[in-house]
């Protein structure tokens, strides 16, 4: 049936595509094609029939026209830095490849808003903030689109203290699938808050592109600190850490990083980057504030981390030392990978209210050894979002069908926990079995009637989400 | 055509209401109809044709269900606080009067979170929270239930630090137009924060009743602030008055609340609440912190004030004494309404980028006095909305035609600035027009496929927003 799906991708409609964009920025190459479907998750690669490089809103406006009238599906790709599938191409159709559309326009520093087009990425938009005062500081890890990262609902590192991508993005031009334009706040709008109407901006964050193509968005930006500092401790056991964790946030510490490594994690970060970290259950702090209020951030953190039998602190304030210590962090997944060479890893991304942290992951901790497991632990511990990074031989179908099961079980103990089966990955191919469960039948049905009125040819991101 | 609308609303159709609640839960007294009828807005009444009071989530399935099936329009009650025309039964129909479901459950204050129900305004919820260090900060100035605040996507004066009520819900128990029930994050499930489909509470919030009843919200809590500053600065123009408020927000001084009076204000204000307040552009704000960090940003926002020209701060800190300052503002309504005793009020809610407020308040000060209208103004600077409290006699049609066009012209001053034709107060029945200039037609078109999505019999809250 998947013929059946796409009767147009004729070598016509590959000629009309290159009418609209130009020969050189339409590709059926295989290698071409095969790069681009599948991002960094373990789903085999789907490739599509053909990959587009749109270089202005209305080529994609007049691209999605022409698959909308011929029922083609199609696939927005940004960085492919995703994790769960979401540019797999699973029913062919066009890859709508968006990187060359890089602009950075209205920058607006009264504001503290810009507005960035699908190819600038993250850590692009800081360099160009660079001398401002100003930052964009939602940070996944990956260098990925900001447009990308908007589809994603991305979050990470930061988030406990400047949110997730949602309340950070103003507005959004969307590309809808029969190539209309919409913008989600209204054209060139860009209120702090509004109340007009539903919200059709976080409607599209986080809809993993199956609404639409997010073609531009417009960003909150944030004052950067005067002064930063990071530090580590390590504590008898994760109920400590999660504790500390709480106390630092009813404290009202206005803490910008606060993350969790398990004992494995810290041993093998520790090894991978050459510094000394025990084997133990471990957070790693950043503070932001004007010099007089790190000093008193500072010392709130250290009674805290005492009271929780957590070591004593040193800080790293200069440049140098801190990216060191972050670097460490960033590199859990090559640590992890470290573990066994040769071997796929895997993140796992569940969420939960922070008062049943400890309990789920002590629990997961018991069942990846049960399993047979390696999935060394890092967490966004102010969210109560954390991840095993799976590290497994993929060729070995035991093994494979093991990580499987362990990936449902955790999935299922987090539900049960009242938590969320992806905190910041999406669900993109590999949840849509957990988003039923955790929706229950009548929110699943409420996405797909959204679904339904929104893209009623189901043409974007088909097999994505729902 | 009305007629049309309701053929069951017959003694039978009364009867089976009854049969759901009870008799005394059910009533078609025209005094009670007309309460229920209007709501604190400029809009005349429009009485339902009867109101009941469910007192249980599963009475309110069976009433929707009932109302669904014969094709009666329903209305959502709360406390009947808002402006806009919210709960006026323009087709007439059931009015839910939600007000009897009051159960605060689920406090959670590892988990910084509690479940209320449509009964719950945010001052018992507060008094509820009394000792545990916890609060709720999202201020409409009225005490609102909590779930007509989510219903209508309200803010007020703490959302510069705070967020508004959107950051602020974690999940909602929705019954939709047919009596199905909906949890938007899943049933009892409340993680800070997930990526698992769209995000169905932001669609929720704000939607004016018009996509189904909010019968429980799962809310946000935030520590109290060990100690709290308040003081009142006065400038010499709009002009430096925000850009004070610019600075302070550049410099990160996490100010918690940053309130504009124009010098009409604050000079009916002064007169009012018989406080010596200059007739000027003022700013009132408020500090949260440490007692520590309070005297840092205390410094800060001195320096600040000075640089622009502002008057010398004296800092009021005693609860009796920053309460006395917080009525003076809270007040502001009726300060402006005995300006002209005897006459109606009308709050107007434009939210403009910062950078335009200066221009767009000095416009519309001009179109006051051109148009022979008085409307003093007060605002939320930091979120860049503010209101002009309109006070006319509606008895005098040539007036009530100077306020109307009034009204039009700052909506529109507003959206060619960049801004929202309503900041907090939502759409209601005033706003329809403004609304579609403000998201174009593609816009509007999405919201009505979504709202033909949930509510295909267009049965809930009909004429409103849409």
Redesign the interface.
């Known amino acids: 049936t998947r013929r059946s799906r796409r009767p147009s991708l004729s070598p016509d409609f590959v000629e009309a595509l290159r009418a609209v964009v130009g020969a050189p920025n339409v590709s059926t190459a295989t290698a071409v094609r095969e790069q681009h479907g599948h991002d960094e998750s373990m789903h085999p690669c789907a490739p599509p029939d053909v990959v587009v490089w749109p270089q202005a809103v209305g080529q994609v406006q007049e691209l999605a026209a022409l698959c909308h009238r011929c029922r083609v599906p199609m696939v927005p790709f940004g960085t492919g830095t995703g994790l769960e599938g979401g540019v797999n191409a699973v029913q062919g159709g066009v890859c709508f490849d968006l990187s060359r559309m890089d602009a950075i326009a209205e920058l ?6 810009v507005t960035v087009e699908p190819g600038v990425t993250r850590k692009a938009l800081n360099k160009h903030l660079r001398g401002t ?1 100003l930052w964009f500081p939602v940070d996944p890890g990956a260098d990925a689109s900001l447009c990308g990262m908007a589809a ?4 990470g590192t930061n ?1 406990v203290r400047y ?2 991508m ?2 950070n993005v103003l507005n959004l031009r969307v590309v ?1 699938p029969d190539g ?21 901006t ?2 599209f ?3 993993e592109g199956t ?1 639409g193509f997010l073609t531009q968005a417009t960003l909150r930006l ?2 950067l ?2 002064a930063t500092a990071v530090t580590v401790a390590s504590f008898p056991s994760v109920g400590a850490a999660v504790a500390c964790t ?1 106390q630092v ?4 510490v ?1 803490v910008a990083r606060i993350e969790f490594l398990d004992e494995v994690m810290a041993d093998a970060c520790g090894r991978f980057s050459q510094m000394e970290l025990p084997a133990a259950a471990t957070l790693l702090l950043e503070l932001h ?2 010099r ?2 790190l000093a ?1 951030q500072q010392q ?1 953190m250290e009674e805290i981390v005492q009271q929780n039998s957590g070591s004593s602190l040193a800080w790293a304030e200069g440049l140098d030392e801190r990216e060191q210590l972050w670097s460490m962090r960033h590199n859990a997944w090559y640590a992890a990978l470290a573990l066994r060479p040769g071997c796929q890893g895997y993140s796992t ?1 569940v ?5 049943r942290l400890p309990d789920v992951v002590v629990e997961t901790k018991q069942d990846l050894q049960a399993s047979g497991l390696t999935g060394p632990m890092v967490g966004h511990v102010g ?3 954390f991840h095993c990074i799976l590290v497994f031989n993929s060729q070995d179908p035991d093994e494979a069908q093991r990580i499987h099961a362990f990936t449902q079980r955790l999935g299922r103990r987090a ?1 049960a926990a ?10 993109g191919l590999g ?1 849509r079995a957990l ?1 039923q469960e ?3 039948q ?3 049905d ?2 797909r ?6 893209d009623p040819h189901n043409l974007m991101n088909p097999g994505k ?2």
Chains 1, 2 share one sequence.
Do not use: W
């Not at 209309?180 to 059709?200: E, I, M, S, V």
């Open positions: 607006s520093l009264e504001d503290f808003s005062g994603t609902g991305a979050s988030a949110g997730t949602r309340p809808l209309r334009l919409l913008h989600t706040a209204g054209p060139r709008r860009q209120p702090r808050k509004r109340a007009a109407g539903y919200d059709l976080s409607l964050v986080g809809s609404l944030h004052p600190p005067e709480v946030l009813q404290a009202a206005p504030g004007s007089r209020s008193e709130q991304d969420c939960v209210p922070i008062s969210d109560g979002n539900l009242g938590g969320t089966c992806t905190g910041e990955h999406g669900v949840k988003l955790e929706l229950g009548e929110g699943l409420t996405l009637s959204i679904k339904a009125a929104l989400v729902l």
